[in-house]
């Protein structure tokens, strides 16, 4: 094989590849939740969504891919505040959860819908663009998928299921 071909156990599944891309559409500030992204693709749920981030995720902005109920990431929360902070997430006190007085995501004031001008709360049906073709990090991840991560490491998945 020469050194521009690529080893079909390099490339991620399509499902994981679409999953990524809509994560890095996602605006800085703005979230999805794992159910939006299942629904923004029409293609497979919550868990699977959360599977694929947990996996491959760390190459992509992952704060960006949330919880419906708006708990930070278990066990990366201080790494996703920061961002939330830089980038002006909208957050609420905390919740209920027992995690000390750490915010939750405002998912009502933050949640993208997937369009570009975006005044909405809901997943769009409307656009193709995220569904299509190889990303354009198709490297980077195909590194990922070899169990390497990306520079802000892995996000795991929220509630360690699959």
């Known amino acids: 094989m020469s050194m521009d071909e690529e080893d079909p156990g390099d490339r991620l599944p399509d499902f994981a ?37 947990a996996l491959y995720g760390g190459a992509v902005p992952w704060w960006r891919v949330v ?14 505040l920061e961002h939330y ?14 995690r000390g007085s750490l915010p939750r995501l405002d998912t009502a004031r933050a ?24 990303g354009a990090h198709r490297g980077r991840r195909a590194r990922d998928a070899q169990g390497r991560t990306g520079p802000d490491g892995p996000p795991g998945h929220p509630d360690g299921s699959a």
């Open 67 to 80: 919880r419906a109920d708006g708990v930070l990431l278990p066990g990366h929360e201080q790494r996703a």
């Open 111 to 134: 949640r993208w819908d997937g369009r570009r001008d975006d005044p909405g709360t809901r997943p769009a049906h409307d656009g193709q663009e995220a569904r299509g073709g190889q």
């Open 85 to 98: 902070r830089a980038e002006g997430t909208p957050l609420r006190g905390s919740g209920r959860t027992g």
């Open 17 to 53: 590849e679409r999953v990524l891309d809509l994560a890095e559409r996602i605006p800085p500030g703005r979230v999805m939740t794992y159910g939006d992204v299942a629904e923004w693709l029409q293609e497979g749920g919550p868990r699977q969504v959360g599977r694929v981030m």
